[in-house]
């Protein structure tokens, strides 16, 4: 075995045990969930949070019936669903500590209501808010709130985003199948930790692994067979296009098409007029952290340095005794694990189903386009920018369109600035 075979198994094994250790420490504590998977259950409770036409995230919901009970929260657009047993009339509670400053309960015991499946599988429950959060909460703590949700939305995109920046840089290829590595790392989460009962970090761990392997055995079976054959990059993005597709319904035939609930919403907490969730906080300091491990290994490492010689001229690299192809497969396992940790905490947050990559895949495009082809820092930024961008423009646009927003805003400043954020102007090669 060669010195710098020997060199790539330590930093992996230091890698995993590094990341093991962060979530050891960041998730102590975490309570077990119950042996039972609730996405199994066969009835359903369901409804959505709206306080004059304007979506309500975070609002915890609880059902119960005898010795049974359950919780969730609403997701960001203010939608949820609780899955039980076994038919009954259940009672449905909403908890008015989580709702936003200054928005109340239309009716005095309207947050208690009732959920009859008795003769059927499924029941909606409405409950109806008073005073419109925009006018009970002050322009500086709305603005507050949607930096804080820009925020920890732009971190989760910044830790896929680099991926695709990576692969790219060494590559020169644009993989339309990286949303499906990001679904793949949220299901298997839910798999491990929800269907086997493992401890959440094991599940965190195994599913990074397999998003890894998926990674490793994609450039190995597909891309570097391609890249042999000398096949254009355009026809090899052509070739990611049909992957992807067939990747996501392979998805949805082995997993189905509801959505899994992996970590019920976590507990609410409150800073400020900021109401988010123990989940949200744990994923934004893991996202900082592993952001500057990356800049760290780009950086400092032998191998972070052989990456960014192949990115700016494979030729050279190669000339200079760098094996240009053993440092794409590096890259691409590396790459395929922060997409997987992505996927792992995004779905603990927001849920996972088979379209949770596809949803946010123009997103990440977006957000590498806009830092830089080819550049992490640079990814990362834009990926801070567009997640801002979505979050505060909720404020003035409708909910819908602001994904829309932040594309618009793509393309005011690549007008401006065609390279990008931090994107060279000429590359070498």
């Known amino acids: 075995m060669s010195q710098l075979n020997i060199r790539m198994g330590r930093k992996a094994g230091v890698f995993l045990g590094l990341v093991a250790m962060l979530f050891s420490l960041l998730f102590a504590g975490a309570p077990a969930h119950a042996a039972d998977d609730p996405s199994t259950y066969p009835y359903s409770i369901a409804g959505t949070i709206l306080n004059d036409d304007k979506e309500v995230p975070d609002v915890k919901i609880t059902a119960t019936l005898d010795d049974f009970t359950t919780s969730v929260v609403t997701n960001e657009w203010g939608e949820w669903e609780i899955r039980v047993p076994k038919q009954g009339i259940y009672k449905v509670e909403l908890d008015v500590t989580t709702l936003p400053a200054g928005v109340t309960m239309t009716d005095k015991g309207g947050e208690v209501s009732e959920a009859d499946l008795t003769q059927t599988d499924f029941a909606a429950v409405l409950f109806s808010l008073g005073k419109s959060t925009v006018q009970a909460q002050s322009f500086s703590d709305q ?35 990286h949303g499906e590595m990001v679904t793949l790392g949220a299901l298997f989460m839910w798999v491990f930790y929800q269907g086997l009962g493992q401890n959440i970090i094991v599940s965190a761990l195994g599913a990074v692994a397999v998003v890894a392997a998926f990674g490793w055995a994609q450039d190995a079976g597909l891309w570097k067979p391609l ?3 000398r096949m254009g990059l355009n026809q090899m993005m052509i070739v990611s296009i049909g992957f992807s597709i067939v990747a996501r319904y392979v998805l949805l035939l082995v997993f189905g098409g509801d959505t899994k609930d992996i970590g019920g919403g976590g507990n609410i907490v409150q800073l400020g007029p900021i109401y988010t969730s123990d989940i949200a906080l744990v994923s934004l300091v893991i996202c900082v952290i592993i952001l500057a ?14 990456t960014r010689a192949v990115s700016d ?28 940790l992505a996927g792992v905490l995004y779905g603990l947050q927001f849920q996972a189903n088979w379209l949770t990559g596809f ?22 930024v834009g990926a801070l920018i567009i997640g801002m961008v979505v979050e505060v423009s909720s404020m003035f646009i409708p909910n819908e369109l602001k994904y829309a927003a932040a594309l ?22």
């Open 143 to 177: 603005l507050l709130v949607r930096v804080w949700s820009g925020l920890n939305f732009g971190l989760l995109l910044a830790i896929a985003a680099i991926g695709i920046s990576l692969i790219f840089g060494t590559t020169g290829l644009n993989n339309f199948a």
């Open 408 to 429: 618009v805003v793509l393309i005011v400043i690549l007008i401006v600035r065609p390279q990008g954020v931090l994107g060279k102007k000429q590359r070498i090669g």
């Open 359 to 380: 949803d946010i895949l123009l997103l990440l495009f977006a957000a590498v386009t806009l830092g830089g082809l080819g550049t992490a820092l640079g990814a990362t």
């Open 227 to 229: 890249r042999k054959r």
């Open 293 to 306: 491990g990356v800049a760290l290994f780009l950086t400092r490492t032998r191998i972070g340095k052989a």
């Open 313 to 340: 001229n494979p030729s050279l690299a190669a000339a200079t005794g760098i094996d240009v192809e053993r440092i794409v497969r590096i890259v691409w396992i590396v790459a395929s694990a922060l997409t997987g």
